[in-house]
């Protein structure tokens, strides 16, 4: 990469700087979403993990299968609702 000399990034204005940084700040962005998309893959497959232990334990909760059934679908909605987003923003 080469630099650009010190006295034409002067003339540059602070507008010009701003439209060079542009694609970067759009890939920052992008690269957030996907790795919230990571944390919640993370999440859900730990709370997926978690409601099989209940499931499969001796003394069944359903209150608790429920309400553990409830948090991962959220997780899920969440992790469908960053894929559109992420098509419709970065297509």
Do not use: W
């Amino acid at each position: 990469m080469k630099l650009t000399p010190y006295n034409e990034a002067l003339k540059m204005g602070k507008k010009k700087l701003n439209e060079l940084l542009v694609p970067v700040k759009v890939n920052r962005a992008k690269k957030q979403a996907e790795l919230e998309m990571c944390k919640l893959d993370e999440e859900i497959a730990t709370k997926q993990a978690a409601l099989h232990d209940v499931c499969t334990s001796e003394e069944i909760k359903f209150d608790r299968i429920i309400g553990m059934q409830d948090d991962l679908a959220i997780l899920e909605r969440k992790r469908s609702q960053y894929e559109v987003i992420l098509a419709e923003m970065f297509p």
